[in-house]
C-alpha cells in the first residue's frame, strides 16, 4: 500500500527556517496537485499551500511572502519551505497528493509537527 512519507519537521526558534518534505513509499501515477495543510491544537485543519504538476501555486494568506510550495515531477514528491516562522505556525504539517482519472487517487501523510518557539 502506497503511503505518504514525510519529513523536515521540528523544533525552531521565531524567525527561523525549516524544510519538509513528502514522497510515496511507493510507485505511484504521477499527481495532479499536491498541497500542504495543518492543524495546530483545538483547531480545525487548514490549507496551507498547493501545486499543480504544472507548477501553478496557491497560498493561504497567513503564508504568502513566507512559505514556498514546490515539487519535483521526476521523484514525485513535494516540499514546503518555511521562512520567518512564527509561533502561530506551531501545528502538525500533512502533505496530500491527488489525481484525477485515469488511477485516481487521494493520499495523505502522517503528518509532521512544526513547533515555533518564541
Known amino acids: 500500500q502506497v503511503q505518504l512519507v514525510e519529513s523536515g519537521g521540528g523544533l525552531v526558534q521565531a524567525g527561523g527556517s525549516l524544510r519538509l518534505s513528502c514522497a510515496a513509499s511507493?510507485?505511484?501515477?504521477?499527481?495532479?496537485?499536491m498541497g500542504w495543510y495543518r492543524q495546530a491544537p483545538g483547531k480545525q485543519r487548514e490549507l496551507v499551500a498547493t501545486?499543480?504538476?504544472?507548477?501553478?501555486?496557491n497560498y493561504a494568506d497567513f503564508v504568502k511572502g513566507r512559505f514556498t510550495i514546490s515539487r519535483d515531477n521526476a521523484k514525485n514528491a513535494g516540499y514546503l519551505q518555511m521562512n520567518s516562522l512564527e509561533p502561530e505556525d506551531t501545528a502538525v504539517y500533512y502533505c496530500?497528493?491527488?489525481?484525477?482519472?485515469?488511477?485516481?487517487?487521494?493520499?495523505w501523510g502522517q503528518g509532521t509537527q512544526v513547533t515555533v518557539s518564541s
Open positions: 501545486i499543480t504538476n504544472s507548477g501553478s501555486t
Open positions: 496530500n497528493f491527488r489525481r484525477e482519472v485515469p488511477y485516481a487517487y487521494n493520499y
Open positions: 511507493g510507485s505511484i501515477f504521477s499527481f495532479n496537485a
